[in-house]
Structure formats: C-alpha cells, structure tokens
C-alpha cells in the first residue's frame, strides 16, 4: 500500500490549505483513513481521521471547527482541507491508513495506524 500526500506550503496565518492523499494497492473502502502532524521536536499527533465510507470523522481539539477530513473512494483519495491556519498549524502532515473493513472506529494514537505517507510540510508565516 502506498499512500503520498501533497498539497502543502507556505501561507501566511489565516490562509486556507487542501492537502491531498492518494492511496494505491489494497482496496480503498477497507481504509479507515487518518491524518497526523509532526513539529519539529514534538511527538506525532493526530489531527483528524475519517471512516470507511466517509460517514464519520473525527478531529483533534486543536483543530475542530478549521480543518475539514473529506475522502473520495472512487478515487482512492483522502483530503484535509485547512482553514484559518495558525502559526501552531507549521508541521509536516502524514496521511495514514489502516484496513478496518466495515467497521468504524476511531482511531487516534499513531500505532493504531498500518500504512503511512511520506508527508507534507505546512508552513504558516505570522
């Protein structure tokens, strides 16, 4: 399974991002899919993830209320879009995958998590 992110820049705080993730190998529907970020000298964490079939999503604290967690199944793809980005926002973001077939769970916690991308830097300029 190869997941790879895009999407990500430099913005200036209060700007808008979509990041992207395509997903290959395995079939896209057995996916519960996340999103992680990773600040320089923090540990990995959660920042939204989604169900098989797009019918729940969930958020971190930080983040509910800006960011948006969407998935296309036709076209094997998982998004973030970004609103009213912060300076805190500044990561790299990893999409994430792991199979959990019909059923919906939600998952936060980074080991939960099978199949990760190579990620993409956000940079919010004050």
């Known amino acids: 399974v190869q997941l790879v992110e895009s999407g990500g820049g430099l913005v200036q705080s209060g700007d808008s991002l979509r990041l992207s993730c395509i997903v290959s190998g395995g079939a896209f529907t057995m996916y519960t899919m996340g999103w992680f970020r990773q600040a320089p000298g923090k540990e990995r964490e959660f920042v939204a993830g989604i169900s098989w079939n797009g019918g729940n999503s969930y958020y971190a604290d930080s983040v509910r209320g800006r960011f948006a967690i969407s998935r296309d199944n036709d076209k094997a793809a998982v998004y973030l879009q970004m609103n009213s980005l912060k300076p805190e926002d500044q990561a790299v973001y990893y999409c994430?995958?792991?199979?959990?077939?019909?059923?919906?769970?939600?998952?936060?916690?980074?080991?939960?998590?099978?199949?990760w991308g190579l990620g993409t830097q956000v940079t919010v300029s004050s």
């Open positions: 994430a995958a792991v199979p959990t077939y019909s059923g919906t769970y939600y998952y936060t916690l980074p080991d939960q998590y099978d199949f």
